[in-house]
């Protein structure tokens, strides 16, 4: 064993080498098994089981292993538990639709572990150098997965575009980092709180935020910074698209926590600006061109840029209970985005996609279920009572109320009402519009599962948040934020 590294360590890490060594039983078994064996979504569901269960006894654990490389909170296992769930309905709706491409399922599997290992990484990462690995090692992933389908044009071209770009904003990223470490001397977060506590204000350490921030911007796709969204959304794969959606924001979200409000706090007063600028102009755009869209995953693309603006109002707000309302929100977003892509994947056919509006005219006549399903996941997203998105934008524009940012909420609301428009006129196709020849939809036992998940999570979670409420406050608060919001008033 290393010096410095002990037995403790790999104790508290469990739930990620158990996760490894699934993804590493995923390629085995894609060899050993014979072609189009139905066993590597069932390996694959089994590593995630096995690692969910390797995490339970970390719920209410609050130390820092390796050195301080890493947080074993219940921060980071509130992040840990979404990329787990995100992670298994997305092999599920991934089945069928692998069959229909007739794309290699060992080595999607294999790369889907590997970017929720990715995820896991930067839940729990308190040093710049743990966030990088964690980081690059989802987003490597991700630029294979989104162009997966080796014979689809519109497939590579988003894993193009997603590597091209997202080298550029890792290099900005980067060199904010640089700076971080440059004038406070240490990688670790906590250290560098403190050393940025006791410095006067330095030019440089603003650059290093402004940097920072644009790096951070790119990976939750926020305005300006959003320009591969909706080209990569809409040409990789259904599932993928999904699982990039939900795991890669919410992951992102988790590593703009940690460096801001665990490692930048002395300079809460400018990046909270530019993240009031940028919350404001994501919301405003993100809906304003998804008013015009007919491709459904170009929608959504722009809908989920949307809902970035919607959660920077956490980040503006800097409380506990603006962090708590980032949490439920980030949840609740995953079951319904989630849902939304579960529909459209069992839209797809062997000669049609099955993404664009008019498909979905006249659903509720070919499928009752998947039409009220769709419906459900519309209003949840629009932020209609009593759906589990109501909830998620009533915490999150309450906190940013309670902290003194009414104007801001407001414009939040009004938003939210604009954001009506498109989802609504897709409620209109599938209930008001004669079919018009679009693909018959398939229900599969596995999507079958994983939709239903996802309408029982939207609904519980609308009529009954206590629950929910409670894990994400408490595991909030061990993120060291009501020091912070304590300090700033």
Same mark, same amino acid.
């Given at each position: 064993?290393? /010096?410095?590294?002990?037995?403790?360590?790999?104790?508290?890490?469990?739930?990620?080498?158990?996760?490894?060594?699934?993804?590493?039983?995923?390629?085995?078994?894609?060899?050993?098994? /014979?072609?189009?064996?139905?066993?590597?979504?069932?390996?694959?569901?089994?590593?995630? @089981?096995?690692?969910?269960?390797?995490?339970?006894?970390?719920?209410?654990?609050?130390?820092?292993?390796?050195?301080?490389?890493?947080?074993?909170?219940?921060?980071?296992?509130?992040?840990?538990?979404?990329?787990?769930?995100?992670?298994?309905?997305?092999?599920?709706?991934?089945?069928?639709?692998?069959?229909?491409?007739?794309?290699?399922?060992?080595?999607?599997?294999?790369?889907?572990?590997?970017?929720?290992?990715?995820?896991?990484?930067?839940?729990?990462?308190?040093?710049?150098?743990?966030?990088?690995?964690?980081?690059?090692?989802?987003?490597?992933?991700?630029?294979?997965?989104?162009?997966?389908?080796?014979?689809?044009?519109?497939?590579?071209?988003?894993?193009?575009?997603?590597?091209?770009?997202?080298?550029?904003?890792?290099?900005?990223?980067?060199?904010?980092?640089?700076?971080?470490?440059?004038?406070?001397?240490?990688?670790?977060?906590?250290?560098?709180?403190?050393?940025?506590?006791?410095?006067?204000?330095?030019?440089?350490?603003?650059?290093?935020?402004?940097?920072?921030?644009?790096?951070?911007?790119?990976?939750?796709?926020?305005?300006?910074?959003?320009?591969?969204?909706?080209?990569?959304?809409?040409?990789?794969?259904?599932?993928?698209?999904?699982?990039?959606?939900?795991?890669?924001?919410?992951?992102?979200?988790?590593?703009?926590?940690?460096?801001?409000?665990?490692?930048?706090?002395?300079?809460?007063?400018?990046?909270?600006?530019?993240?009031?600028?940028?919350?404001?102009?994501?919301?405003?755009?993100?809906?304003?061109?998804?008013?015009?869209?007919?491709?459904?995953?170009?929608?959504?693309?722009?809908?989920?840029?949307?809902?970035? @603006?919607?959660?920077?109002?956490?980040?503006?707000?800097?409380?506990?209970?603006?962090?708590?309302?980032?949490?439920?929100?980030?949840?609740?977003?995953?079951?319904?985005?989630?849902?939304?892509?579960?529909?459209?994947?069992?839209?797809?056919?062997?000669?049609?996609? @099955?993404?664009?509006?008019?498909?979905?005219?006249?659903?509720?006549?070919?499928?009752?279920?998947?039409?009220?399903?769709?419906?459900?996941?519309?209003?949840?997203?629009?932020?209609?009572? /009593?759906?589990?998105?109501?909830?998620?934008?009533?915490?999150?524009?309450?906190?940013?109320?309670?902290?003194?940012?009414?104007?801001?909420?407001?414009?939040?609301?009004?938003?939210?009402?604009?954001?009506?428009?498109?989802?609504?006129?897709?409620?209109?196709?599938?209930?008001?519009?004669?079919?018009?020849?679009?693909?018959?939809?398939?229900?599969?036992?596995?999507?079958?599962?994983?939709?239903?998940?996802?309408?029982?999570?939207?609904?519980?979670?609308?009529?009954?948040?206590?629950?929910?409420?409670?894990?994400?406050?408490?595991?909030?608060?061990?993120?060291?934020?009501?020091?912070?919001?304590?300090?700033?008033?």
């Amino acid at each position: 064993m290393p /010096p410095g590294i002990s037995s403790s360590d790999f104790y508290y890490i469990l739930p990620e080498l158990v996760l490894t060594a699934g993804a590493l039983l995923v390629l085995v078994a894609d060899v050993i098994l /014979p072609r189009g064996s139905r066993l590597l979504p069932v390996i694959t569901l089994l590593s995630l @089981g096995a690692t969910s269960v390797a995490l339970l006894p970390f719920a209410a654990t609050h130390v820092e292993v390796a050195h301080g490389l890493i947080a074993v909170d219940r921060f980071a296992f509130f992040f840990k538990i979404v990329f787990l769930g995100s992670a298994a309905l997305t092999v599920l709706m991934s089945i069928r639709y692998l069959e229909i491409e007739g794309a290699s399922p060992g080595e999607y599997y294999f790369l889907l572990l590997c970017a929720t290992l990715g995820m896991m990484i930067m839940a729990g990462g308190i040093d710049l150098i743990t966030l990088f690995i964690g980081l690059e090692t989802m987003a490597v992933s991700f630029y294979i997965l989104a162009g997966f389908i080796k014979p689809n044009q519109r497939s590579n071209e988003a894993a193009v575009k997603y590597f091209l770009l997202g080298a550029f904003s890792l290099g900005i990223l980067l060199y904010g980092m640089s700076l971080m470490y440059g004038l406070s001397g240490t990688t670790n977060l906590r250290v560098m709180a403190t050393a940025f506590g006791g410095q006067q204000q330095d030019p440089r350490l603003v650059l290093a935020v402004i940097l920072v921030v644009a790096g951070m911007g790119f990976k939750i796709a926020a305005v300006p910074f959003h320009m591969w969204a909706p080209d990569v959304y809409e040409g990789a794969p259904t599932p993928v698209t999904a699982f990039l959606s939900v795991g890669s924001k919410a992951a992102s979200f988790a590593m703009l926590l940690r460096i801001f409000l665990e490692g930048l706090t002395p300079m809460k007063a400018d990046w909270q600006l530019l993240f009031e600028v940028l919350a404001i102009v994501t919301m405003t755009v993100g809906n304003l061109a998804a008013l015009t869209q007919t491709n459904l995953k170009r929608m959504l693309a722009y809908s989920s840029i949307a809902h970035a @603006g919607y959660l920077l109002l956490g980040v503006v707000a800097g409380t506990p209970r603006g962090v708590t309302a980032m949490l439920i929100y980030l949840l609740v977003y995953a079951f319904m985005q989630l849902g939304a892509f579960m529909v459209i994947v069992m839209m797809r056919r062997e000669d049609v996609v @099955g993404d664009e509006l008019k498909d979905f005219a006249g659903l509720y006549q070919r499928h009752p279920a998947a039409a009220f399903a769709m419906l459900l996941f519309m209003l949840s997203l629009g932020g209609i009572p /009593p759906t589990a998105g109501f909830m998620g934008k009533f915490w999150l524009f309450g906190a940013a109320i309670d902290a003194g940012y009414v104007w801001l909420a407001v414009i939040g609301v009004l938003n939210s009402a604009v954001s009506l428009y498109y989802y609504l006129r897709l409620v209109v196709f599938m209930y008001l519009k004669q079919p018009g020849g679009g693909s018959e939809p398939k229900t599969t036992p596995a999507v079958a599962v994983a939709l239903g998940l996802a309408v029982v999570a939207t609904l519980v979670f609308g009529l009954y948040p206590e629950q929910l409420f409670a894990l994400a406050d408490a595991s909030a608060r061990t993120l060291g934020v009501s020091a912070l919001s304590a300090s700033l008033r």
